[in-house]
């Protein structure tokens, strides 16, 4: 019953991320009644709602006083640089209706979202530029957490350049470039995320160290680099395009140069990673093709493609990485 109805929880907190309720009790608690007007809520429900959002473990309240918990300051305050709240708000506004026709990709195989009649999601996406932006903001939203950890657990030290494929904002780049002052990045994407990925850059004052480069990676050839990263990119799309991306990063590499493919890798049991099969299915709502994997597929088309060494690490939460040594 709790999982058949977690849509309840799930809804909650989705509106309570769009009403900015996290961000607003950022600034200081509040009662009731001074929340329930900042907000804009009517009467009716406020005190329901944000008395669930306290029993979900996403607020406190005390002596009548709602606040943050540590997390959901730390989290979901748009106001910090910590914020991964923009994963949730595409959630919100476009993953959660598509869900809804869950069962009918189910049935048909195909995509449930802009592009339900067929074509590319980026291409449709990146038509309107509020959605294009929304898209690149979520992306950081679920990058930011296995990048720190990328930054932590890779042996950045033996490498000077790296590149980041379908790089949307630049979450990964930048988190890299601010944990090793060695490195010299690149983040790779279509021409439209160009001022998106400048104006992130920008912020965290890494301009002369990150460069952009305008590519469409199954029309051009990568640019060279002794590390190249893919976040969510091979789950987007079918095995042959997985596999023709991979053959492309390892003409890219020079002997020695690392690959680096970061996503919620489904366990090779294909039992427990349950983030993952559903992200999978994520990618049936969401693409003509796309599927997520586990690390001994990964393994295999990287060993296919010539690559020397593989290796599977866990990141955190959900998200592993598989490397490959050229
Ligand atoms: C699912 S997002 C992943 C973003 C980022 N790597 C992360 O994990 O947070 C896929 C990215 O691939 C980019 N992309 C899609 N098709 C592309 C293409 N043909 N050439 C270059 N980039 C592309 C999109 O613009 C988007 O930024």
Redesign the pocket.
Known sequence: MQLGMAFWGSKTLLSAVELGVFSELAKKPRELESLRKALGLHPRAARDFLDALVSLGMLQRKGGVYSNTAETALFLDKGKPSYVGGILEMANSRLYPFWGSLTEGLKTGRQQNESKRGG???DEL?RDPAR?KE??K???G??LG??RAIAAKFPWKTYRTFL??????G??PVTIALAHRHLRGTG???P??EPIFREYVAQAGLSERLAFAT??????ELPKADVI?????L??WSLEQKKALIAKVYRALPPGGAFIA??ALIDDERRENAFGLLMSLNMLIETAGGFDYTGADCRGWLREAGFRKTRVEHLVGPDSMVVGIK
């Open positions: 590319d999601l980026f990146y294009l898209f690149c979520a992306m950081t679920i990058s296995p990048a980041d494929v379908g790089t949307a904002q979450a990964l790779l994407d279509l439209v995320v590519c469409d990676f199954f029309k051009d990263v893919m976040g969510h990119i789950h987007d970061y996503e």
